[in-house]
């Protein structure tokens, strides 16, 4: 699916229940992100540095999970009530191939 296409009706994102949560763990990492740029900065010594890139990659699988989830629970399941859920479901199996790269 893409912006033209018909589904999900609402305008609302099906996320919107725990926005405040993903808003405040996207300022954490970039908070870690700045972090890091600081360490490169300072020429901080390798593993330090990869550590906390790492610890970025988790931050943002989690936001990703985190949004995936609300994905699949509302705005997949609306298309599916609406008559929309083959191009729904394949553009969830879309997602979940590039995540899993």
Do not use: W
Request: proline share 2%.
């Amino acid at each position: 699916m893409n912006a033209d296409h018909e589904c999900p009706s609402e305008n609302a994102a099906s996320y919107a229940p725990v926005k405040q949560q993903i808003k405040n763990r996207l300022r954490r990492i970039e908070g870690q992100v700045r972090g890091v740029h600081r360490m490169v900065d300072e020429e901080r010594y390798c593993v330090e540095v990869l550590t906390q890139m790492a610890a970025i990659s988790e931050s943002v699988r989690k936001v990703t999970l985190m949004i995936s989830k609300y994905h699949a629970k509302g705005c997949v399941t609306r298309c599916v009530h609406e008559g929309h859920g083959d191009e729904a479901i394949e553009e969830l199996i879309d997602l979940l191939f590039k995540f899993s790269r």
